[in-house]
């Protein structure tokens, strides 16, 4: 499919990089597509960013047939630009598009009209160390009608934000809470689909255990409240006596790429990681015995987020004495040089530009 590429009349004035909050600024360029049943994919564009129009009958408006994906664009030392691992992205996001019912998109014509894109808002990504360019993926339901069924007409898009480092001051470890009254999902449902439900749905948990005084939530499993699942919007791993264990993709918990690529690169090193389920009570018993001696968390954003505080009913987990661990710190150097181009690739995780 051709891609037509629309000119942007006033290009906008770029933030300073040193003040850059995530999610806030947006590059000058967006691509899109639509799709039509009976057509397919159609009406390839780099436009310049700004609204979009559709109907209030839109169907994702009213039944939430969406999903959406997030990766990040570097500029490394030399002046190039490279990805990190996008090809997982759109594999991901096409499990989720069958998820959701949504029509599967050519992975290969998405890796290059994302290429396109990052070339024309180049001087965008910022090179300031821990910046880079948020991508961010999605495609909607668009057809107008009121009715629960599969939609006919979908908008795919990607839009791009400069960010600023996650750890601004530097990182610090959180404090997580275990959730043990709202659920993020069940089996069955839709836990291993990016789509934004997943994600409202977690908000009122959210709320609740910040006015408790911890950052996060470590969610349980949606039938028996007792299996741990992720941490947030992010996978979670512990180092229980030499091993690394982290829970095993059961359908209700996201494939993360960070996730899958912290896995890889543990083997590499020849340490030993288990995929597994995981009780609570298994956790806080391996706590009391002295056995755990990192826990982390594993996503786009952060890449690697420890974890030093874990309040489980009245009983706060407290591990590494609240400091970052010595594989929280060498995993988030190593991803972060292999990203940045500061460091070789020896997994070949990389796509440049």
């Known amino acids: 499919m051709e891609i037509k590429i629309v000119k942007a009349a006033n290009p906008k004035e770029k933030p300073e990089e ?7 600024e947006f ?11 009976g057509i397919g994919w159609h009406d390839a564009v780099i436009k310049p960013y700004g609204p979009i129009e559709i109907m209030p009958s839109a169907m994702v408006l009213h039944y939430a047939q969406e999903v959406f994906e997030g990766l990040k664009a570097y500029k490394t030392p030399a002046g190039e630009i490279q990805l990190f691992r996008p090809d ?22 998405l890796l290059e009209a994302l290429k396109a894109l990052v070339k024309m808002d180049e001087s965008w990504i910022p090179k300031s160390p821990g910046t880079s360019l948020y991508i961010r993926p999605f495609v909607f339901a668009t057809d107008p009608f009121i009715g629960v069924r599969v939609s006919k007409r979908y908008k795919f898009m990607i839009i791009m934000s400069p960010v600023g480092s996650y ?40 709320q609740k255990v910040h006015e408790m005084g911890f950052e996060q939530i470590l969610w349980l499993d949606g039938e028996k409240r007792q299996y741990i699942e992720e941490v947030g919007t992010s996978n979670v791993f512990f180092l229980i006596d030499g091993v690394f264990v982290t829970p095993s993709l059961e359908g209700t918990i996201l494939n993360g790429i960070t996730r899958k690529s912290v896995i890889e690169l543990l083997k590499h ?45 009245d009983v706060e987990m407290t591990f590494n004495d609240g400091k970052i661990g010595e594989y929280s ?25």
Request: glycine letters at 10%; aromatic letters at 12%.
């Open 18 to 24: 040193d003040s850059l909050i995530f999610g806030v």
């Open 27 to 37: 590059t000058d360029y967006m691509f899109e597509m639509d799709y039509t049943e």
């Open 88 to 109: 997982e992205n759109f594999k991901r996001m096409n499990r989720s598009n069958a998820r959701m019912c949504i029509p599967q998109i050519d992975e290969n014509f």
């Open 167 to 206: 750890y601004k001051g530097g990182m610090v470890p959180s404090r997580i809470y275990v959730e043990s009254e709202f659920a993020r999902t069940v089996r069955g449902g839709t836990g291993e689909a990016k789509c934004g439900g997943n994600y409202a749905g977690g908000l009122a948990a959210q």
């Open 269 to 313: 090193w020849g340490e030993t990681v288990e995929e597994r389920r995981i009780t609570i009570d298994e956790l806080y018993q391996a706590y009391q015995q002295g056995k755990i001696t990192e826990a982390f968390a594993t996503g786009t954003a952060a890449v690697i987020a420890p974890i030093g505080t874990l309040g489980w009913k």
């Open 329 to 353: 710190q060498k995993i988030y150097d190593t991803l972060y040089d292999v990203q940045t181009g500061n460091n070789e690739d020896p997994l070949n995780w990389i796509v440049k530009l």
